[in-house]
């Protein structure tokens, strides 16, 4: 039998938000450690890792390593129903093909039971292997978010280059070319508004906007986004979840034949 | 001759917000008494009543009993043009086969006035006698809202339950099933907070959610909404209109083959 | 060279939003004096005339007049991607075919620089002579911006009749017809708030609304509008810009066949 209690049930309101656009169905993966998923975008082209670990849960009961696939648009739809403060608990008994969320209002004077079909999905698992990066950003979220979508008005992709100075955003377009740098700068009134720049050795490296920008649909789960680079790996662009997990969001560079004339 | 001054035209805005989708053409109803409106909705399976008591206009002056055939979409583009804060003076001549909205601010800096043309409208008045319901339920608007809109995402009919203890909703649709109870409570901070049943014996009806999000559109007129159900009668679905009134919405139940699949 | 600083960048952006919808390409005329531009809307019914003053910015270098071509909605595109508080500077080199927007935030944590092609665009450059008006009328900008949009729900012109006690907009269409007064008001607690009409003799002409609502887009630039009628001359609808300039549209009357019917 599962049953997790989220006090906080907002947060998997907005881990819905971040990733239904990208992935359509995925294989929710429960155990004694926490409830996680990893799936690939419909287009086989950007990795997502959720993990939720079971400490944050106010109760945890998952009896036995469970898979569970779900239609994330469905779920989406579902999840919508939950008041913004409310309480979400996840159940399923064992063997069933169902899943319930159960939404309870702050007062308890609300009490909502959503079931769901569960599906049958295909998938592996791949061992994402920890690395070292050549850099990684820490920029608010709200900032890059701002960024990708500003630089889509003109092109189609962002060239991302780090030196210690600071990190800078290019696209070109027929209308243009534009850049956009954000210097480091630790030196601010909340932790939050912080840039923050680890290198190791410079790297400029070119994504497609169209993920970039998928990616900041998880603005909403944190102040700040963790982008890690390296020339022979794909970006991680991570977003942490209040003190209980993550989720990650992986694509590998673009390899462009005109890459110096994208390089403004 | 006719003149009606409503010191609150918002109302009179909010009023045409609720209806005029559910209904096209109507015609609205002057005497002494008040000002009042009866129709069927185009597809003649909703009805709507209104109410405006003559005691709360700052002026009434109906001379003769007079029914005036109106398209409600043109008045609503009219009404529109008012200010929240204006005040609204219907007026009308005695035989003319125009209408006159007259819109002041509160300044009486602004002066407008909309004439419209009347139509000529076949309608028959029900006679709505006065009925015993099984269980009359009064809750937040907003509340009732959220949740007709919430099991729209799931479902395409709701089924209305209740019991001394609570008011249930549910719904089933092609991606699964739910439930939402909301429970008696009398004990809140403000009034309007409330939720409150009167129950003479328990009922358990169904209904389109299509009709009841529609009838959802007069939640600005009232923070609370009256449901009164029984199950040889048409739901009314009822928000009072600041001392001066009310809109009525009835609908009958769905009889369901298959009602019992329908029942979670 | 040409270096135009302004540290209220957001004037520039609202700017663009005023006049891009009206106005595909133009040239931005920069002379010692100051940045204008003049351009006939795409039908060549309207002009829109602009100008910013030398003193209005921060720093100002232009070393020989030059006449700058641009695309405005692609202008538009980039100016979009500067913060409200950003500053904004306007650069291009001597016989350069691009120009550079450099946006800088307050803190000068985030530095972008957008650089657009210019291009060849044909213009004559009218004179246009100060001229007597009937009547000008200066009243609060968003007042007027809901009378024609309000208006343009009833019909598609607009009549403006100017007396010594107030103006009056009024339009018939299908539905019905709409007269909306404004009175002289000039005590009121702010300047910005008063209606003040200056008349040498009334005025009663007739306008597309279609413009008048596209004229409308300049009102976040200023809370006044000035209103210039002239029974011979084109209608100038002026919006003040923040002591250094102004924009202002210009557009003929419509000679209406059946003007009697139209005055209500």
Redesign the interface.
Known sequence: MLELRLVQGSLLKKVMEAIKDLVNDANFDCSATGFSLQAMDSSHVALVALLLRSEGFEHYRCDRNISMGM?LN?MS??L??AGNDDIITLKADDGSD?VTFMFESP???????????LMDIDSEHLGIPEAEYHAIVRMPSA?FARICK??S??GDTVVISVTKEGVKFSTRGD?????????Q?TTVDKPEEA?IIEMNEPVSLTFALRYMNSFTKATPLSSMVTISLSSELPVVVEYKIAEMGYIRFYLAPKIEEDEDETKP
């Not at 007062?107 to 079909?117: A, G, H, L």
């Not at 209308?175 to 210097?183: D, K």
């Open positions: 239609n469905n739809k579902m919508k129903c169902t007062t308890q004077d609300k009490i909502s039971d959503f079931e769901m079909k900032e500003d630089l008005s003109i209308i243009g070319t534009a850049n956009i740098v954000c210097r700068n840039t």
